[in-house]
């Protein structure tokens, strides 16, 4: 029930909105900049993967595919992250 | 008998794999050059911090946001067009498909209305290496989105008449796996360019 309901589309809208809307408040109201911007790319790793895998349905295409847009996610959430860090040091 | 055959197709549907191979392939191209330039943007924001985070603040994370949830819901939208497309519901594709239209159309107006702002405001692609990016990545990101609600509008225009055809229901597979492509950039370009690192 739980898994059909995650599943569902309606609920993946969802949880993306809460999400998006979560990443901007936090850097609003958040007291450590760095903190929140490093929340902001993780929640943007975490909405990406939602996406690749229910709505593109990647886990139902041939798994280099899978493989390979979630390595995609991997980096482009890294170059951010790491970016971010390695800028403010 | 009819519904026998009916009901078989559509497990027959649900079981093979989403979308075409080259649009896999095609998207994937696209991501690996998005994902260059992403690195090239945080490379020279390395030594450039403060100049690039005093610019993020002339950028409208309202309209961004509003941006976001545009995208996310068209994304729904056209999930729903796929999953209509695979039970032959043609009335349902086409209602799918039109509200995706009409939120793609939202977003482009709404990214007008921004870079008119900044033009107003003095701010152009010559004005930093921040702007200079912003207008580059989001205007590529633009066309993407354009052409996206040009494909859309083309199969909604179909979908009465096609529905019932498999290969309908694959080239909607591909335009939604274009679309959400789309969104999923948007979403890394929103952080990237006015989320992190704001002051």
């Known amino acids: ?89 | 008998m009819h519904g026998r055959e009916t009901t078989s197709q559509l497990e027959l549907d649900s079981e093979r794999r989403p979308g075409s191979e080259g649009l896999w392939t095609f998207v994937f191209i696209d991501m690996v050059i998005f994902l260059l330039i992403f690195v090239t943007f945080m490379g020279d924001r390395l030594g450039k911090a403060a100049l690039y985070s005093a610019s993020q603040v002339h950028l409208s994370v309202s309209l961004g946001l509003a941006n976001t949830l545009i995208l996310l819901t068209s994304s729904w939208m056209v999930v729903e067009a796929v999953r209509s497309a695979r039970a032959r519901a043609a009335g349902d594709v086409s209602r799918y498909l039109g509200i995706a239209v009409l939120l793609g159309v939202a977003f482009v107006a709404n990214k007008v209305v921004e870079y008119t702002s900044k033009v107003q405001h003095g701010i152009t692609p010559a004005t930093n290496a921040f702007f200079s990016y912003y207008f580059f990545i989001t205007f590529v990101h633009l066309m993407h989105v354009v052409a996206g609600v040009g494909f859309l509008a083309y199969f909604r225009s179909r979908a009465r008449a096609q529905t019932g055809l498999a290969v309908f229901q694959r080239r909607v597979e591909n335009v939604g796996l274009f679309w959400h492509f789309v969104d999923v950039l948007w979403l890394f370009i929103f952080a990237l360019l006015y989320l992190v690192g704001r002051p």
């Open chain 1, 1 to 89: 029930m739980i898994r059909r309901f995650w599943s569902a589309p309606a609920a993946v809208w969802l949880i993306l909105c809460a999400l998006s809307v979560m990443a901007v408040v936090q850097l609003e109201e958040g007291s450590s900049r760095r903190t929140a911007s490093l929340l902001v790319v993780l929640l943007a790793a975490i909405k990406a993967r939602l996406i690749i895998r229910h709505y593109m349905e990647a886990d139902r295409a041939r798994p280099v595919w899978r493989i390979l847009y979630n390595a995609w996610n991997f980096a482009v959430a890294a170059t951010l992250g790491i970016g971010y860090w390695m800028s403010i040091r």
